[in-house]
Structures are given as C-alpha cells and as structure tokens.
C-alpha cells in the first residue's frame, strides 16, 4: 500500500548547526504535506506545510524543500537550539487522512 | 488561543473498566479526529468526523471502542471493556475543513495504562 516513511531513525546535531531531516513518500497524487514536532509528553505540534504546487516553503529557522520527481522531503532547521530536540514527523494528507512516517529523532548536542 | 483540549491527562485503570476519553476541539474547526500512538504502530487514525457526523471508522481496532460527538465542541472516544493492549496515547486532532488544505492540529494526549 501507499505509505511515508523517513530515511533515518535518528539525528545527533551539534547547537547551532543546521539540520536536516528527510522523507520519502510513495503516494504520487499526494498534493498535501505538513512536518510536525512531537516533545516528549506531548501532541504533534505543527511546524510547516507544502503545497504540491511549491518546491520550497519558508519559515521561522525551517525550511522545507519538496521534490516531486523522487517523491522526497525534507525538513531544515537553521542554528539548531537545544529546544529543537524532538520527534519530527512528515505526514503527507491524502484528502482527510494523514500518513505519518516513522519519525526522526533530533538530539541537540551542547 | 486555547488549541485542542483532551482530558484526562492520564488514566490508569484495570482490565475489564470502561474508559471514556475527552476531547474538545479549536472553536470554528468542523472536523475531528482521533488517533492512537503506540511505540510498534506509530500514530494511527482511529475515526474522522466531520460536522459531527462520524465519516470514516474503519481504524476503530473493534467493538470495543467507540466514538460520539453530540456537538461541534464535544467528542468523547469509549474503550468497553478494555484491555491491557489498549495501553497507548491517544491523541485528538482538530481542523478546518474546506476547499484549500489545512493541517490539523493536535492535542496534548491522554495516557491510557490499563492494568
């Protein structure tokens, strides 16, 4: 069946570096995709979304970059903080449903 | 802006007890889901509602489990009888949806540990 699923399980950054995390999905017609932040105890928290139409969205220290001829997307965070340690998630909305993928594990390190 | 509350936080309970979840979602939001997490599945879809009206239930695990929401605030999710496989987070998701895609946006999570 269709699914997303994540390159790496885990990601060990230096503060202050950027990061980069990835994600391949499957779903051709996929026009919809959205990466999430998940601390630990608590919900996915929205970071960014992309749109099919767009190869790359900004955001505040994000940014995403969508390739649709290799269905591949990636999620980078500039000047990693110690707050950006997480479980980030792409999920790709088909309609309604989201596909979430395994998650990477982001750790800062001091 | 209050985001999506669910109550409890946690709920620990025996094997066998019936468990209600809670779950009111953002104001203005018309669609509502609910999500189980666990360490081996990940997160998955467990209903979808839309207008209050339950649109998609086929991630419901069993009978055992079932899902209300009388109104555009309310949604409660109900484990009868449960069991210890039922431990996991379950998760509340709100949205707007319309004709241009919007995320959804989750809330904290009740930790359900059954006994």
């Known amino acids: 069946g269709e699914s997303v699923g994540l390159h790496l399980p885990t990601l060990s950054v230096q503060e202050g570096d950027n990061s980069i995390i990835n994600c391949a999905y499957s779903?051709?017609?996929?026009?919809?995709f959205i990466w999430y932040k998940q601390e630990s105890g608590k919900g996915p928290q929205f970071i960014i979304d992309?749109?099919?139409?767009?190869d790359k969205r900004q955001g505040q220290r994000v940014t995403v970059l969508l390739n649709k001829t290799v269905k591949h997307l990636s999620l980078q965070i500039a000047a990693t903080q110690p707050g950006d340690s997480a479980v980030y998630f792409c999920?790709?909305?088909?309609?309604?449903?989201?596909?979430f993928g395994a998650g990477t594990t982001v750790t800062v390190r001091a | 802006d209050a985001g999506v509350i669910q109550s409890p936080r946690h709920e620990v309970t025996e094997m066998g007890q019936e468990v209600t979840l809670r779950c009111k979602p953002i104001?203005?939001?018309?669609?509502l889901f609910w999500y189980r997490q666990t360490m081996m599945r990940g997160l998955e879809l467990l209903i979808y509602?839309?207008?209050?009206?339950?649109?998609?239930d086929s991630g419901m695990p069993e009978d055992r489990f079932s899902a209300k929401m009388p109104n555009a605030s309310f949604s409660t999710l109900k484990i009868q009888p449960s069991e210890p496989r039922d431990s996991a987070v379950y998760f509340c998701?709100?949205?707007?949806?319309?004709?241009?895609?919007?995320?959804?946006?989750f809330g904290d999570g009740t930790r359900l540990s059954i006994l």
């Open positions: 999920a790709e909305n088909g309609n309604y449903k989201l596909s």
């Open positions: 779903n051709s017609a996929s026009d919809y």
């Open positions: 992309i749109r099919s139409n767009m």
């Open positions: 104001s203005g939001h018309n669609s």
């Open positions: 509602f839309n207008n209050n009206v339950p649109i998609d």
């Open positions: 998701a709100s949205m707007i949806q319309g004709s241009s895609n919007q995320p959804q946006h």
